[in-house]
């Protein structure tokens, strides 16, 4: 089957650094996407991996190494308002078909 | 505004009556997709739709179907609702499948069978 896992829960402080791993094992891979999820608010799209290496955006980066079928999301400078669930997301076939989830790693920001 | 709109918000209903929850989005995408979402369970996809009248099974299609008759519209069909069914539910548009494209969620309907 189609897996992809997450840490259940992180926990940082404000200014901090925290890093949310994802692995995956797909039957193919076609890109690593990841989204921020606010408690009872509507998932939105934070960045998208397709090769190996790092892309960053603002404070939020994400790496992939696909031999390791591993990327992980790195938030920097933590903000309170950055306390959220976050997903990885991949394609298993050929894009244009269907968009496997991870179960999400909750993350909290403390001052 | 490019926005997709999902009704009702919020529906309790009964075993057995049928029901739909509508998606329209406003912004000429070709893909759309119906989640649903489970504490401890993350997102799991339904059934997705490539184009008009292109629709594919998801991960969890048992329950349920879907029609796309026109671009803008993707209902999501409950023909007989059970209780194992009650979650709050995510339509999503793009402008392709993939995780290589940025997917534009609904703001969620929040289902109860009982």
């Known amino acids: 089957g189609q897996s992809l896992e997450q840490p259940s829960e992180v926990t940082a402080v404000e200014g901090a650094i925290v890093q949310i791993n994802c692995t995956y094992q797909t039957s193919g891979f076609y890109g690593l996407s990841w989204y921020q999820q606010h408690d009872g608010g509507a998932p939105t799209f934070l960045s998208y991996n397709a090769l190996d290496g790092l892309e960053e955006t603002g404070r939020f980066s994400s790496f992939l190494s696909r031999s390791d079928s591993y990327g992980y999301l790195l938030l920097q400078e933590l903000q309170m308002k950055d306390s959220a669930s976050y997903f990885c997301?991949?394609?298993?076939?050929?894009?244009?078909?269907?968009?496997?989830f991870g179960k999400g790693t909750t993350l909290s920001v403390s001052s | 505004e490019a926005q997709v709109t999902q009704n009702p918000r919020y529906l309790i209903t009964v075993t057995g009556k049928k029901l739909t929850v509508t998606c329209s989005q406003n912004m000429n995408h070709e893909y759309m997709s119906w989640y649903r979402q489970d504490p401890g369970l993350g997102l799991r996809q339904i059934y997705y739709?490539?184009?008009?009248?292109?629709?594919d099974k998801g991960d969890v299609p048992e329950g349920y179907k879907v029609s796309r008759k026109e671009k803008r519209n993707f209902p999501l069909i409950l023909e007989s609702p059970s209780p194992n069914q009650t979650s709050l539910y995510f339509c999503?548009?793009?402008?392709?499948?993939?995780?290589?494209?940025?997917?534009?969620f609904g703001p969620g309907t929040r289902l109860t069978v009982t």
């Open positions: 999503a548009s793009s402008s392709g499948g993939g995780a290589g494209y940025e997917q534009y």
């Open positions: 739709s490539m184009n008009v009248e292109v629709t």
């Open positions: 997301a991949v394609s298993p076939h050929q894009a244009g078909t269907a968009l496997i």
